[in-house]
């Protein structure tokens, strides 16, 4: 990575100017200010709450809890699997858990997640583009804070920062410069493989492009989708796998910024007209065939058909758990590519001011929204405290209202250090380090029980006994011991206004 940003710094113009290796010298100290004060100021939204409200996150960090547990010696009946896919961020936050506690861990994983995204993306774009487009920069700060990392998706935002670095590196370049992207893909497989097996198919595409002629690319792009639809029905005939034709909605990426409740589509427009005012500009300065003719369009449109027409939910044999989301997880991806794209567009003073508003309004209603999602989680966390020590907990308190799993997975936090989430997910699917070896007084054993306690259809068995769940009553949370023979429930709570949703 060094490497690379020092290759970008040497051989890239600015804006038409003279490259550091043009003056004799290479990134100057100057620079290096400003890629750490850009960082520091990327990763903001990472400190500005008491804690990171990222979904998936509590129970990535409750999950850290257990496995420390368990190499202690204090567990029975849970187990820590070895896998080589879908762990690179859980060993890293485990790491960080057994030195610095928690808080620290989730902080500084989530950080180094958001710096290799955000400048892998950025490094992506500039190879792209020839240049290095620096207001661009806010549409990939918007994208790396948007839907996926919300959704806690950790594993995979991170394997898709790697994998951008990978593209970087080998954009426009032959030889043995490929060699030096295996290191680099091995790597972002052990944190997830889809964004591996996207990179694989994007960069045999390009040796393919590389040696054809201009003219027969066009071809080579057609037959990339025919190939994409042979794979669609050879998944749907040998797999469960599952296809909408809303994935048409997250085809251009910016959906990523759609990420709690509706007031984002004002976001979600404004990020669409200033995207669609820069590429009328290239269209413009550059031609429509040129424009069609040139890779970065070729990969948009590839990455963009595939989010549409490939499942986005598909059951891998060996798992518990469908590999869910793949549409909505890879429209970050294809977000990127769109940027990619744009880099060479010439974004006039308007566009950048456009673009900069738009942010704000971004941002701005993350601050708010995660002010109010770390308030309840205050009050899911004081509810807790009030059980002893080592006891079953589930939660009885959702949103449905938001576009992520803000608040089902709350208990899981609330539950490190002094209780055990009952119904947590990880252990049952498989997918995970943790797993349970069998009925264990930890954690649902199959998934749909896990399934069933989140949806409140869990009926309370003997042997669950006792087991507590943190419910609703007047707009308070409250304690209650369940019963056997009873649904343990759920209600619902609009944590962003403080209402109950209409239901």
């Known amino acids: 990575m060094k490497r690379l940003f020092r290759e970008l710094g040497q051989a890239v113009p600015v804006d038409g100017g003279t490259t550091p290796a043009a003056r004799g010298g290479s990134v100057s100290g100057r620079a290096a200010l400003v890629y750490t004060a850009l960082s520091i100021l990327l990763l903001v939204p990472c400190f500005w709450q008491p804690r990171l409200q990222a979904g998936d996150l509590s129970s990535h960090i409750y999950n850290a809890w257990l496995a420390h547990l368990i190499e202690t010696g204090r567990m029975q009946g849970l187990a820590i699997a070895t896998q080589t896919t879908n ?38 774009v500039s190879k792209v583009a020839g240049r290095r487009p620096w207001h661009l920069l806010i549409s990939i700060a918007m994208l790396a804070y948007g839907w996926v990392f919300h959704m806690g998706f950790f594993n995979f935002y991170l394997s898709l920062g790697l994998c951008f670095w990978a593209l970087a590196l080998v954009w426009g370049a032959s030889g043995r410069r490929w060699l030096l992207v295996l ?31 201009p003219r027969r690319q066009a071809w080579l792009t057609i037959a990339s989708l025919l190939v994409m639809v042979l794979t669609h029905f050879a998944l749907s005939r040998h797999l469960e796998t599952r296809w ?11 959906d990523q910024v759609w990420v709690f409740d509706l007031k984002y589509y004002y976001v979600l427009i404004g990020l669409l007209m200033v995207w669609g005012l820069m590429f009328l500009e290239l269209l413009h300065r550059t031609g429509a065939r040129k424009v069609a003719s040139s890779m970065a369009f070729q990969i948009c449109i590839i990455s963009a058909t595939g989010v549409f027409i490939m499942p986005t939910t598909v059951l891998i044999p060996g798992f518990q758990h469908s590999l869910v989301y793949i549409a909505e997880r890879m429209s970050l991806g294809v977000g990127i590519c769109v940027c990619a794209l744009l880099g060479t567009a010439r974004a006039r003073g308007f ?14 209603f993350l601050f708010r929204d995660e002010r109010a999602l770390n308030s309840f989680e205050d009050r899911m966390e004081d509810t807790v405290a009030r059980l002893g020590p080592g006891q079953r907990v589930v939660s009885g308190v959702d949103d449905n209202t938001l576009r992520t799993f803000a608040v089902i997975h709350m208990i899981d936090r609330a539950c490190v250090g002094r209780c055990f989430s009952y119904g947590n997910y990880e252990a049952s699917t498989t997918q995970f380090r943790v797993r349970a070896a069998g009925s264990n007084p930890y954690v649902v054993f199959r998934y749909g029980d896990s399934i069933d306690i989140q949806r409140g259809k869990y009926v309370v068995k003997p042997h669950d006994l006792p087991i507590y769940k943190v419910d609703l009553e007047d707009g308070r949370l409250v304690i209650r011991s369940l019963q056997a023979g009873t649904p343990c429930g759920m209600k619902f709570w609009n944590t962003l206004a403080g209402i109950p949703p209409r239901s």
């Open 244 to 254: 909408s034709p809303l994935q048409i909605t997250s085809t251009t990426g910016a």
């Open 183 to 213: 290191p680099i893909l091995a790597l972002a497989y052990v944190a997830h493989g889809l964004p591996v097996a996207w990179t694989g198919c994007l960069l045999l595409y390009l040796w393919l492009a590389h040696h054809l002629p």
């Open 87 to 124: 762990v690179l961020f859980d060993l890293m936050l485990g790491g960080l858990y057994r030195f610095l506690g928690p808080e620290a861990a989730q902080r500084i994983a989530v950080s180094v997640a958001v710096l290799i995204f955000v400048w892998g993306a950025f490094a992506f």
């Open 351 to 364: 566009v950048r001011c456009a673009l900069a508003l738009v942010a704000l309004l971004f941002f701005s």
